[in-house]
C-alpha cells in the first residue's frame, strides 16, 4: 500500500461520516436506489418458499398455513404502517445516514433469524421487526428530496419506483431458484443482500441534514395519527395525502388478487402467473425509469398525476372486462405509463413540506401506504369472492379491477377539482 493512504482512507471515511451534502452524490444517489431494490428483492425472495417455511414449523396443512401467511402480511404492513412516521421523525432529528444504516443492520438480522426460525411464533416476531426495518422507505425518499431539487424530484421518486419494480422481478425469481436447494436458503440470501449494502452504505453515504434542517424529536408528531394531523395542515397537501391513500388501495389490486384473476378467468397455472407478474414488473420498472421523468418535465407534476390516471381508470376497466388472456397480457405493459402517479404525487407533498419535515411527510406516505396493503387485499378478495364463488349473481373475475378503476375516477375527481374548490373557495 502506497505512503498515505491509510490516512487518505481515513479521511474519507470521515468525510462520508460527518460532511453535508451540496451536490447530488452519486454513489450516495446508487446507495438509495440499491436499498430500495434490495428491500423489494428481500421481500420477494421469500414469497415462494412462505408456505412451505409455514407448514414446517406449524405442521399444518396448506389451508391453515395460508391464514398464517395472512396474519404474517397483516403484521408486515401494520408494523409499516405504525414506524413509517417514527423512522421518518427520526431521521429528521438524527439523520438520513444512522437511521438507514442501522436499520439495514436490523433487517440482515431479522433475516437471519427467519432462516433459523423453529416455531411460528418466533417467525411472525421477525415478520414484525422485517415490517418495522421496511419503513426506511420513508427514509429514503426524504434522502432523495434533500439532494434532489423540487423540480427534478418526481423524476427521482420514479428512480425509486423502478428500484423497487426491478426486485419485484427479481426477487421471486430468485427465491424460487434457491427454494430448489433448501427452504430456508433464501432467507441467508437476503441476510447477505442487506449486509452486502450496509458495507456499500457505510462508505459511500453522506449525511443530508444539517443543523439548519435539523429539528427535535416528538412523539406526538412521530405517531402515525399526528404525524397526519401535522402533515394535513400543510397548505394544500391534504387531498394529495387523500389521493395518495386512494391509489393505493386501488393500485393494491395487482398483488391482491392477480393470481387468483389469471386462474379464474384464463386458466393460468402457476407458471403462467408467475410470467404474466414478470411482465409486469419489468414493465412498472421500465415505465419508472424511462417514462415517468420525461413526462413530468413535459406537462409538469400536477398533469403528469392527471394523465397517468387516466391511464389507470382505463387500463383497470379493459382488465376488469377483457376476456382473452393475450389482449390481458398486451394490456399489462400499458400500465407503465399510469405508474407517473405515485413519483408525482410524492413530488407534489414533497414540495408543500419545509426542509425540515421531508423524512415526517415521507413516513406519514409510508404509513398511508401500509393502510393501503392492509386494506386493499381485504376488500379485493372479498369482492372477487363475491363474484366467483358458486351461487353469484353474475360471474365476473375482473371485478375487482373494476372497483378499482371507480376509485381512480374518485382519486381523479379529487386531484383535478379539489384545487378548483379551494381557489373558488378563497375568492
Partial sequence: MPRGAGPAAGRHRKAARGRIVTQTPKLALTFILATVTLDAIGIGLIFPVMPDLIRSVTGQDLAHAALWGGVLATSYAVMQF???PILGSLSDRFGRRPVLLVSLLVMGLDYLVMAVAPTIWLLLIARLVAGITAATYATATAYIADITPPEQRGARFGLIGAGFGVGFVLGPLIGGLLAGVDTRAPFYAAAALAFA????????LPETVTEATRRPFSLRRANPLGALRAVSRLPGLRLTLACFLIL???MNVYPSIWAYYGQARFGWSS????LSLAIYGISFALGQALLVGPMIRRFGEHRAAHYGMWVDVVTLTALGLVTSP???LMITPVTALGGAVTPAL???ASRAAPA??????QGVLASLNAIAMITSPLLMTATFSAFTAPGAPVFAPGAPFLLAAALMLACLALHVLGPRLRRTAAA
Avoid at 449494502?197 to 459511500?204: C, D, I, K, P, S
Avoid at 407458471?271 to 408467475?274: A, C, D, E, N, P
Avoid at 425540515?356 to 411527510?361: F, P, S
Fill in 82 to 84: 405504525l414506524f413509517g
Fill in 356 to 361: 425540515d419535515a421531508q423524512g415526517e411527510v
Fill in 346 to 348: 410524492q413530488a407534489i
Fill in 197 to 204: 449494502n450496509l458495507a456499500f452504505g457505510w462508505w459511500v
Fill in 271 to 274: 407458471q403462467m402467473v408467475g
Fill in 248 to 250: 393505493g388501495i386501488a
Fill in 326 to 328: 393475450a389482449l390481458a
